[in-house]
């Protein structure tokens, strides 16, 4: 891997141990991104734990989701989700497959995730529904051959997210930091929708608000703020990825010091 | 900013990462003080996740909101929530706006947050929502301009707090302390709320009982009790906002012999 | 205050920090015990965030609640909680007095807290509840005057546990550990029967069952098996109250050890 | 205790404390595993609460829950439902009993818990339920007695899981890493479930999805990534289980280097 790609490296092990942190991302759950080089081609970490991802982690795929090098390290299974989606969607920079426990609820009860506050618009108007079985039928419900990839990827369509019935969700991004950034929203935006509809009746934003406030999550001003913010919970918690060229001692004194002031 | 300023900048830094560690703020909201010495200014953090505010970010505002000094930082682009606010209300010494979760869900299912246990009094018989598209129509829900400010601070009236549909809340207190521990009880009393509407039906205290517990957060023996520990978990989360003219060494070991005894 | 009760102070600072560890106190709430002296007087920690007592901070108090000594400190205000139970039952030798974030929506739908699994027998079968405005009319729900916390104790009865509407609960027992434990499995006990009560029908466990079941959490095996727990989790948090007599340095290895095997 | 069982002793501890870190066990519980040597054995921690289990806190049981060797310290009570399992059962090579607070509320509601998510289909099909009061009429709800054990192994059957009414659960597994996963995702899918019964109606996965599913947990690469995952959260948390061989600077230098890489 040439050695420009090392601070995408380093930035697609911190969107990882970041959703992580964040509660989006557990055990499981991976985020890649499009090579910035190769437009068919995308950058994946070999299968491991979301919060323990490191930069020299992360493999270079195919489309179809073969590894350019022959792997010594285990591969996700799922890989194929997106494969599928920078098939499908050429204006995806950035997909994330998860399970977070804020969406769950909502993949098991069938019912949509609708935006409900400004922040959660980031997850669009329609939020579409994928069940395995209404094409493949009885399954693990794991997404691992190409056509389950494609019929996923077709289910998503435009949209910025689908859920998956059964099994999570996939939300995609036109570069990480989106990703990121609406991936958490999404989450919030399911958390305060479940308690909202045991208040009471939940009333959505409307489609012109939902436009509006769609790319709050993406306004440079908020990008700054929640990367920074996110960046330092992690570093706080000490849960930072490694840098290959640091030594460890000054670069906690470094973390410390942004921190503290 | 003259010198004898730099103890209320410390304390708007140390409240602001003080409600986020209690959970009021997140990577968003933020909290501003009127100028101690010019009733026609105020206090308010440039743009940066409230855990992260030190003392040095603290910029000061006329009441239209510009800045005293071209700045060279970002700056909030909702800063008219409290400069409307400060002209509206004279009493008003202190502002918070926040995007907390407990809160949100009554955002959403537009059901008012009532007083349910004595705490909770803090935040008044009677809360007001403001939806900004009543007045104003499909927006981004971002309160930017100064009609949208003032529109929301009418709203308010004489109020302790006001709901924003699909949004957050605002608080005020007539000084820093009686706005952190109002923002606090009313986070507490929604999580009750929402609970106990679970349970059964819920009772909101007595017009009488209101009036006599609302002042029970600003009582100098509860304030004591109140900043003194969430002061020390902020020291023992290790989050303490810097002090520019001491050394950190110093620092650190002073807190630990404060709270461990 | 003679030497020989320094052991019962620590123990005193030790359970209150305990019971805000593992989530029964907060800001608020306070631990006492009756003074194994004199039935008549108990201790007391002067007004501070239970997190944060130490040995020094306790009180002696006689049982109409004045303090045996002239305090130089600050003193709870609702102190006669304490002494007009330890007044009108002589069984009891240590009282909690919370606002649990578990029990306050019980306390705001006037739903009975009842016992629902083997651990939460020790609240016993019928708590009672005891609302401040049936005998007082409109008040700040503080209970500060002597007659206000013999109206309590009243309600109170031979139960382990009385409910104050729209304001927490006070627990007693005939020892620190069985108070602190009751005080904790009272708290998992309202969480799940809360969730119980969304699932389905809540079905409390039968008198019988109630009764043999009611003691657990005061035999020696269980005892000794959650003091040993509580206690590690604080030191593990650095929470412990400090040792007057003891240099830190020793004392935090010693912790270590002990934890760590 | 033959030296070979040195390692075993040691993940029965990791797993205890595993279980205690990932939110199933908490002062109580306890985990078994099958003797290797001597199929009509158990071994079992002494008395203490999950988080403090040490490898050599494993002490060795046959059948009857009989210690092999005069013990000095403190057994579980509720030994039995370890050695009646082991007897009914010859497949099963490990055993978890627990009050996990996810699980707690379906306990309660006499609700069954039902697979969910396709992590959650480790928990079967059917879940049966196991109401002491049926056989045994009131007793305290501990499962003391041979009888009390059996009865329970027969409501288990040939099920991973069974619900303990007013209770809680117990768990099996073909092995040790089974056991813990499959006891984690139950307690997730126990929370899903319930906020999906929220939200509207819960729908399970098919029998055939449950089927295929069911085994996703005990996948080669699904159990690397999971025992992984938990075993850095203990070590990051500071909790690991000591090794008895090994000074404890060289085990944290270890434990950093493989978690920050």
């Known amino acids: 891997m040439p050695d420009h ?26 985020v890649s991104i499009r090579h910035p080089d190769h437009h068919g081609r995308y950058l994946l970490p070999r299968s491991r734990s979301p919060q323990l991802v490191e930069p020299a982690d992360v493999l270079e795929y ?31 920079m950035a997909v994330c497959h998860h399970h977070a426990a804020a969406v769950l609820p909502f993949c098991i009860a069938g019912v949509p995730i609708v935006p409900v506050f400004h922040l959660g618009a980031a997850v669009g108007e329609d939020m579409p529904f994928w069940d395995q079985r209404d094409e493949f039928g009885d399954t693990n419900l794991l997404v691992v051959k190409p056509e389950e990839g494609r019929s996923l990827a077709r289910a998503l369509g435009r949209h910025p997210s689908v859920l998956m019935t ?48 769609g790319s709050i999550n993406a306004m440079p001003n908020v990008v700054g703020r929640t990367w920074e913010y996110w960046t330092m919970r992690l570093e706080h918690a000490g849960l930072s990825p490694p840098r290959a060229n640091r030594r460890r001692g000054s670069q906690s004194a470094h973390h410390k010091r942004k921190w503290r002031g």
Chains 1, 2, 3, 4 share one sequence.
């Open 62 to 92: 195919t489309l179809d989701s073969e590894p350019v090098r022959a792997p010594k390290e285990k591969l996700f299974a799922e890989r194929v989700i997106h494969g599928c989606i920078y098939e499908a969607r050429p204006d995806v």
């Open 166 to 213: 059964h099994h999570g969700a996939t939300v995609v991004g036109k570069d990480l930091r989106e990703l990121v950034s609406r991936s958490v929203f999404m989450c919030d935006n399911a958390k305060y929708q479940l308690q909202g509809h045991m208040l009471g009746k939940v009333v959505p934003l409307s489609s012109g608000e939902t436009r509006l406030a």
């Open 5 to 30: 790609l090392s601070e995408i490296r380093y930035e697609l092990a911190l969107a990882s141990r970041m959703l992580a942190n964040e509660g989006v991302l557990d055990a499981f759950g991976h």
